[in-house]
């Protein structure tokens, strides 16, 4: 049985962590501050804490402050896998753009060697 005084500790812990995310305002407008935004969103010190607060307890009988801990463990997982798919989407996008953009180089490339492959041979005839 858990006395009311570890419960009262664990408690205050428990407050500390949450109160201790790091406020991240509103998410900018760029993608790669996005990302960067998503990624300070993941609170993965705060999960690593309550994960060992969990831990920490063994194979007592659970009480209330566990089944709190554990709601906020499974919050904060949710919350991290979504910003975590948001920075995946961003940084497809990029690499598309990029693939895009490499691919309209090559073809300019491949057109500026065929003219210069034609002005060579046209030179050469004359």
């Given at each position: ?33 996005l990302a960067d935004w ?42 991290s896998t979504t910003h ?43």
């Amino acid at each position: 049985m858990t006395d009311n005084h570890d419960l009262a500790q664990r408690l205050q812990r428990l407050e500390a962590y949450v109160a201790a995310r790091p406020p991240h305002g509103d998410a900018p407008s760029t993608n790669s501050d996005l990302a960067d935004w998503h990624m300070r969103s993941v609170v993965l010190d705060r999960i690593a804490r309550l994960t060992m607060e969990l831990q920490q307890r063994g194979n007592v009988a659970l009480d209330a402050v566990d089944t709190l801990e554990m709601r906020l463990l499974l919050n904060d997982y949710a919350a991290s896998t979504t910003h975590l798919r948001a920075v995946t989407r961003i940084a497809g996008q990029g690499i598309a753009t990029a693939s895009s953009h490499l691919q309209n180089v090559r073809a300019v490339i491949e057109r500026q060697l065929q003219r210069e492959e034609k002005d060579g041979r046209s030179s050469v005839v004359t």
